[in-house]
């Protein structure tokens, strides 16, 4: 929010009519939101405490577009790329970016002259949005299960090195183990030495 809000100052200064200089207060408040967010102690928070990024967000957006241009809707693709990513479970996932489909059509619903303009940039920020989105999620899914993999493979690789030295767990014991707890007493025996 913050890029996004210091970004959004130097293209506001091309506009026509330029925005009068109270308009700048939308870029002020992005920054605000942005350092406020900043400072949250997110570790001690629920996972879903993080969707208050996204639709925060997606609200600050919603008034750039209302109070000075409605090219500030191009910055719900960003909201829509951090999501993809930040937000784990697929229902919550889709679920937003409903509120953002939502949010996007919005301004259609207050538009009366420049109906096909405003028509003309939603029917750009939708596609761009869905896309990059879907590519961040793919790219992160894969990511994950290569992950995943790498994790088992390093779990087999010091299971067979356990046998080999004549201590260790037995070549399947581990097969249903949690991946992450296995990988985190391995570490620990390790610190400990032989």
């Not at 100052?9 to 939101?33: K, Q, R, S, Y």
């Not at 967010?37 to 928070?45: K, T």
């Not at 097969?175 to 620990?188: F, G």
């Amino acid at each position: 929010m913050i890029v996004g809000s210091l970004a959004a100052v130097p293209a506001a200064l091309f506009l026509e009519p330029a925005p009068e200089p109270v308009e700048f207060l939308v870029a002020a408040a992005g920054v605000a939101i942005g350092a406020i967010l900043l400072v949250v102690r997110w570790e001690g928070l629920p996972d879903r405490a993080l969707y208050v990024v996204p639709v925060i967000a997606t609200a600050y957006v919603m008034m750039g577009a209302t109070v000075v241009s409605d090219d500030y809707g191009f910055y719900q693709v960003l909201i829509g790329v951090y999501t993809a990513y930040a937000v784990k479970p697929r229902r919550d996932f889709l679920a937003l970016m409903a509120l953002f489909t939502l949010a996007t059509l919005a301004p259609l619903l207050f538009v009366d002259e420049a109906f096909s303009e405003q028509a003309h940039h939603i029917l750009v920020i939708l596609p761009v949005l869905f896309i990059s989105a879907a590519v961040v999620r793919y790219l992160r899914g894969a990511l994950t299960k290569r992950e995943r993999e790498y994790r088992r493979f390093a779990i087999e690789a010091v299971g067979l090195a356990e046998r080999i030295r004549g201590h260790g767990p037995a070549a399947d014991s581990d097969e249903h183990e949690d991946v992450d707890r296995r990988l985190e007493e391995l570490a620990a025996r390790t610190r400990q030495g032989p």
